[in-house]
């Protein structure tokens, strides 16, 4: 079966995701968001509404369930070891500003242990392979245009 949008009333988006109503005319107007007209109202497609709205890690309930551990350090080793995640993973995903590097000493570098943990939560949840992308530019799950994952 196809994937169907689920639409919303324009002011009923706006109102959900903390975004301008002009705003999200403009975005439909420049074919960001794709609208339609019921009953004289417009409406927008939700999954398109929540993708232009400004999420950060620190907002999803995965990174949540680790904000016990923000700012405790753990080393890179320890954190390969406790959360079975190969060290040159975990280094991409510090170079890359996901997780917070929170000190360097010698050739041991801290990191703060809840970046490490959500990070851990998304690799684990989507079983990944070599060369797969987890992680969009903004830290985020990175959401395929096609595939099982896609929305």
């Known amino acids: 079966m196809v994937a169907l949008h689920t639409l919303i009333s324009l002011s009923e988006a706006a109102r959900k995701y903390g975004l301008e109503e002009n705003h999200l005319r403009a975005l439909v107007e420049k074919g960001n968001i794709r609208a339609g007209v019921i009953a004289g109202e417009m409406v927008v497609s939700e999954d398109e509404v929540r993708d232009q709205a400004v999420i950060r890690k620190e907002d999803l309930p995965e990174y949540k369930?680790?904000?016990?551990l923000k700012g405790k350090p753990i080393w890179i080793s320890d954190a390969e070891r406790k959360y079975r995640i190969p060290n040159p993973t975990i280094w991409r995903?510090?170079?890359s500003g996901i997780i917070a590097r929170l000190e360097m000493g010698g050739n041991k570098t801290l990191l703060d242990e809840a970046g490490v943990a959500y990070c851990t939560e998304i690799y684990h949840s989507r079983n990944p392979k070599q060369g797969r992308q987890l992680f969009d530019d903004r830290g985020l799950p990175y959401k395929p245009k096609a595939g099982p994952?896609?929305?």
Not at 65 to 68: R, S
Request: glycine share 0%; no cysteine.
């Open 65 to 68: 369930k680790h904000t016990h």
């Open 93 to 95: 995903w510090m170079k």
């Open 149 to 151: 994952l896609a929305l």
